[in-house]
């Protein structure tokens, strides 16, 4: 908790969203992008949440999403890169709020630098989608399995070669 008594843990993250919705205006504001708002499923059986998507002009770029949950954020950016933030909510973990609003940032400069990496690997025991993403002071790879129709879908997607995502363009003054 916050040190306040009476906190809840939904309070604890209030900043955080407070800290999104902030940087996706500032983003709206200086990049080509649309910018949707839905309520939308995590999972196949999780609750509805809010999304706003960012979706760059430019097609090469990569979009982004932000779900707001009710203790904390998860974020999509491209294909299949996510981060749940914070990556645990246990008193243990601890995770301090202005922390992770300052990764918030860090990781979507990256994003809109043109940091964000993606492929379709293929193997004996089925594909795999790697992602990578590299900015000032962020280096993150992550893999994870993919279903054959997910690994055929990315193939006709592009995916089949290494994908570098584009930076985004800024909006003209």
Known sequence: MDGKPGATETDRFASLHEAAETLLDELSARFQVER???????????????????????P???PLAVHFTELGLTLRFGRWWWESLPACVCET??????VLADRL?????????????ERVRRG?????????????????DREGPLSAAGARDA??????????????QRRSL
């Open 60 to 62: 090469t770029a990569a």
């Open 124 to 140: 004996f025991s089925g594909s795999w989608f790697e992602t990578r993403l590299i900015g000032t002071g962020v280096k993150y």
């Open 93 to 98: 973990c601890d995770e301090d709020p202005a």
């Open 105 to 117: 940032r860090t990781h979507t400069e990256a994003l809109i630098e043109g940091g964000l990496w």
């Open 36 to 58: 949707r708002e839905s309520k939308e499923p995590l999972g196949l059986d999780d609750a509805l949440v809010r999304t706003v998507r960012l979706i760059p002009r430019m």
């Open 155 to 168: 193939r006709r997607g592009g995916f089949a070669a290494a994908i570098q995502w584009a930076p985004w």
